[in-house]
Structure formats: C-alpha cells, structure tokens
C-alpha cells in the first residue's frame, strides 16, 4: 500500500486522479477475469448482493478521497488520517446500529482523535480542507472494514474482490471520462503499478480477516504508516514535524485499543449468549 501511495504521487503530476483511479480498477477487474472464466459466472451468485455494492462504493470512496490527498498534503500525514479508520468504526456501529459505545471504549477514541486533531493543524486561517479529505477516507474505509468483515463470514475471497473490483470500475469511468486528459506514456507503468498493488493489498487484506482477528490485524496494518513516510521523506524530502510524530503515537494507540476493546467486548457478548 505504501508503494501504491508514492506512485500516485508521482503519477497525479501527469494525469488526474480520477484517471489514475479508474485504470486502477479496471485493471484490478482485468485481473479477475481468468478466475470468472475459469470457474463460471455461478460464483457470483449471492445471497447478499446490497452489502457487495455498500462494501465497494465505501471502498472506493476511501481510495479516491485517499488520493486526492496525497497528492495535496504530505504522504505520512495522508496515509496516517486514512489508518484512522479504527477510531470511526464504532461511530459508524452506533450510526448504523444504534450500539452504544461503552464507557471504557472512549479512552481509545479520545486519545486517538486528540491525535488526529495534531495532524490536521488547525491555524488562524482554519483547517486545511485536503487534510479534511483525507480524514473522509478514513470514515470511508471503516464502512470497508464493517462490511469486509461481515462479507468474510460467508463469502469466498474471490467473489468479494470481483464485486468490489466490479462496482468500483464502474463509479470511476464516469468521473474519469469528466476530468479525461491525453495519458502521457510516462504515466502508464506506475499507473499498472498502482493497479497491481492495490488488487495484491486487497487481496491479502480480504484474506486476513478470514483467518485473523481484527485486534491482530489493526496494528500490524499501522506499520503501512511507516513505510509510507519512509517514502515521502526518500523521494520528496517531506520531514514530519513534531506534532505529526504526536499524532501518529496517539492515533496508533487510539486505533489499536479501540480495536482490542471491540475484540473483547465481543467476546463478552458471545461468552453471555452461550450461556
């Protein structure tokens, strides 16, 4: 992921983002199709068609707020707001749900949004809206993450990566076709690279929440923060600041013990109706 994130940024120099994201995921659906070929159109047959269509027009909201950003603000700062999505998704239950956020869960919350308010800088003149934009991301991506997790109860890995892949091409043409401009052949390999990334990101990301607990994968997913400014300081000299290191300890905490005391939360309420 963090390789996809420098690539758009030096890609988004030569073509818009809403090109770079529909060659995205045409490609991405490209890529699919050997697998709809060989196993037949029945593979998609599904019982739960409303939750494939939420789960990828949240995905593909994510990307694109995601990419606006990071070619506005520095990539550290935009990869960290969109890792913030731990921290929303208990919003997003209550929201969703009515689920009332237990007392304890908001020490987690708290802190990781005091972190995120460190990133976002407010000044005199306001906050920057890019930075606004890519906090979008992370309300999006916790959509993802909600519906992610209840598809991979039951759905194969496939059919949910063909669906989100699918639906994703088709909000992105439109957009791509407003804002089209000639593609320069410089623009072509890391815009395949992106293509390519993202399907192995998601597919490995799908994978994950088949086989591990969300409270093992949330932290582990805070290390795509790290390589990311590894790269925007390699490649564009982008130093965080002091409060940005901050911020990134609080929204690292916040996100991870917000995700621990889901996990157990939910443990509690399985434990109480076994009994």
Known sequence: MSIAAALIKYAATMVSIEVIVAVQYLLCTAIMLPWLARRGVSQLKTEHFRLHVVRALCGWA?????????????????????????????????????VRIALVRWIPLVIGMAGIALILKPDASGLNGWYLVGFASAVTLAGSIMTTRMLALTEPTNRILFYYFGFSAVASVPLALLNWQPIPAAAWPPMLLIGGSIWLTMWLYTKAYQYAKASIISPISYTGVAFTGFWGWLIWQQIPDQWTYAGVLLVAVGGVGSVILGAQEERRKRASHAS
Do not use: M, W
Request: hydrophobic letters at 60%; aromatic letters at 16%; a neutral charge.
């Open 62 to 98: 994510c990307f694109y707020a995601y990419y606006l950003a990071i070619e506005k603000i520095p990539l550290v700062d935009a990869a960290l707001l969109r890792n913030a999505a731990p921290l929303c998704v208990p919003f997003l239950v209550l929201a969703v749900y009515g």
